[in-house]
């Protein structure tokens, strides 16, 4: 069956990193688009960045734009998601999505938490 378990989360400090990672299993990873989405607490599902199949085209929210980068590894079915310059607003459970983000495929997320 379709199986995303994402890792990588934690407490990290404003102007840290961190890096997601989501390893994919159950179907032919390379044929889809994947995204990555994020829920701070109390709000709803935010679209964070999308990366096409095959990797050479990314696209990401205003809110993570040249601080956040998406890649992907096909041949071992991973999704990446760098972090860098993280702020307080980055805190959130981040989820990686098979698709686009309208998408309930979707794995149990891992929990970035930003906070001096």
Known sequence: QVQ????GGGL???????RLS???SGFTFRDYVMT???QAPGK?????STISGGGSS?????SVKGRFTISR?????MLFLQMNSLKTDDTA??????????SNVRGQGTQVTVSS
Do not use: F, H, I, T
């Open 4 to 7: 995303l378990v994402e890792s």
């Open 12 to 18: 990290v400090v404003p102007g840290g990193s961190l």
């Open 22 to 24: 989501c390893a994919a």
């Open 36 to 38: 990555w989405v994020r």
């Open 44 to 48: 709803g599902l935010e679209w964070v």
């Open 58 to 62: 990314q696209s990401y929210a205003d």
């Open 73 to 77: 590894d096909n041949a071992n079915r």
């Open 93 to 102: 459970v981040y989820y990686c999505v098979r698709g686009l983000s309208g």
